[in-house]
């Protein structure tokens, strides 16, 4: 009998197609979580959510639709209520799936739980958000929903809750009313950290800080750090805002070694460039500033990576205006980038960096010349007035800046001698160095292994030599060895 090649079969193809769509991924998701609602496991619930931000960027009013009328049995109050929230359905709407075509049926419970409404409230108000005609609905199905959620204080319901908050927040904010929506998260707030729900309160703790932030109230954002405790168990992506907002809220209080470890944090735990570039771009940037007002320059690869080219060219041409120390160049650039700085939120603080590019300019004129006029510190640096230029001089000479003194009865500044590069900054930095390496040989050492009852061998050889010598001088006592045995003249 001869082997019969087997086709593809089409119906095979076919199913695979409608499983793609997302009416499909929608029913998937409600009987997962129905699933974890009766065994008590969040991690289907988890899963669920994972696929959030995928699945809102293909939802539309007729996807939304067929997935409720699917859901939810004809007769069901709450299939009104979602269907009422959707805009009218569009005349040619598609169909997942066609007369005839083997469709996968779900284990759905007639009236689906609550956890299944919230999650479809979710994603009705995400495609709300999308447009902003709808901004309005989207503002009262988020206070509908938030009500809905406290009525019901379920336990089951706490990972929905938290995506559920932060589309809240956002409905606020694109609805113009984000200062209304603080009194209610803060209460919001007290009753997550009161029944334990970390994922919620870490939420709640983010979209706080947004506000307070959004609006400049960086006190009141300060208190609420010291106040609270982010949880530890929150995922990174919340732990990623949190780190992002504590770097925001330090730079602006000066703090800026410790707003440089949060803006380093935030970086390290956000999701990768190319899954959220807005994120990782708003990081940066002021990332970018906070190393300038450190006294550092940034790498310069930085403003080549593909993600951050565009949205850095304003600060690379601020990096370069810093490095040179002129400041002409750096007034140039800020007025020329005013309107990104401004809607960035650095402004501010990039106004912060004309000392650091004065300083820069008194360096490298100390570097060039050994004496030189006020009056041409002020023309080469463009100060206002020479007694401006005496004062900066006078101040990076007692910061260490630069080397010198000011002859004021003359006009001009004599900068030091410049060292042969042994000084004791130089010195400091090999001892540090050796310092490290005899600790890390001292280490080493300890950590050396040997073999195993290696010393036993040699407590063997030790002994037998002992056992030879007292037969040796056994024998010699008792006259058994000659001359010629004890090696002649010996």
């Known amino acids: 009998m ?16 409608s499983e793609s769509t997302p009416s499909h991924e929608i029913k998937t998701n409600i009987a997962l979580i ?62 997942d799936a066609a007369s005839g075509r083997n469709v996968i049926t779900f284990a759905i419970a007639p009236e689906p739980c609550p956890e299944s409404e919230v999650y479809l409230r979710l994603l009705i108000l995400h495609y709300l958000l999308t447009n902003p005609a709808h901004y309005a609905r989207a503002l009262e199905l988020a206070q509908e929903t938030v009500g809905i959620m406290q009525v019901l204080n379920r336990r089951t319901m706490d990972p929905l809750a938290a995506k559920v908050w932060f589309a809240v927040e956002r409905a606020y904010e694109l609805g113009a009313e984000l200062a209304d929506a603080r009194p209610l998260f803060l209460a919001a707030q ?68 410790e707003a440089h470890a949060n803006l380093q944090q935030a970086l390290r735990r956000a999701p990768p460039a190319k899954t959220a570039p807005g994120f990782y771009q708003a990081v940066h940037k002021f990332f970018v500033v906070v190393e300038l007002l450190m006294g550092d320059i940034p790498e ?90 005496e004062y900066i001089v006078g101040k990076a000479i007692r910061d260490g800046v630069i080397e010198g003194r000011i002859l004021h009865e003359k006009g001009w500044m004599e ?31 300890k950590a050396m292994r040997y073999p195993l009852n290696a010393h036993r061998k040699e407590l063997a050889a030790a002994e037998g030599a002992r056992e030879r010598e007292r037969e040796l001088a056994k024998e010699i006592q008792e006259g058994d060895l000659d001359d010629d045995d004890l090696g002649g003249d010996f």
């Open 2 to 17: 001869t082997d019969v090649e087997m086709k593809p079969s089409d119906d095979k193809a076919k199913l695979d197609d």
């Open 34 to 95: 129905e699933r974890g609602v009766v065994t008590l496991e969040p991690r289907f619930t988890h899963r669920v959510l994972r696929s959030l931000a995928t699945l809102r960027k293909r939802l539309d009013g007729n996807v939304l639709r067929t997935a409720v009328e699917e859901i939810f049995p004809r007769e069901s109050p709450v299939k009104g209520v979602l269907l009422a929230w959707l805009p009218p359905p569009e005349q040619n709407m598609d169909v």
């Open 190 to 257: 007290r009753t997550a950290a009161l029944r334990r729900d970390d994922e919620t309160q870490a939420s709640l703790i983010n979209r706080l800080l947004r506000n307070y932030v959004h609006y400049s109230l960086y006190d009141q954002a300060d208190k609420l750090v010291s106040k609270t405790t982010f949880p530890i168990s929150a995922g990174n992506p919340q732990l990623a805002r949190y780190h992002y907002y504590l770097g925001r809220i330090k730079v602006v209080q000066l703090n800026y070694s």
């Open 300 to 389: 310069r690869s930085l403003f080549r990576h593909p993600v951050l080219e565009k949205a850095l060219n304003g600060y690379f041409e601020i990096v370069k205006a810093v490095r040179a120390g002129s400041l002409s160049q750096f007034q140039s650039t800020l007025s020329k980038y005013a309107a990104q700085f401004e809607a960035d939120k650095t402004y501010t603080l990039i106004v912060r960096l004309r000392q650091n590019v004065i300083k820069t300019g008194i360096r490298r004129l100390s570097l060039s010349y050994s004496r030189i006029s006020l009056r041409d510190i002020c023309v080469k640096l463009h100060l206002d007035s020479e007694e401006d230029a």
């Open 415 to 445: 900068c030091g001698t410049q060292k042969g590069g042994y000084g004791p900054e130089v010195s400091e930095m090999f001892t540090r160095r050796i310092g490290f390496c005899l600790d890390l040989h001292n280490q080493s050492i």
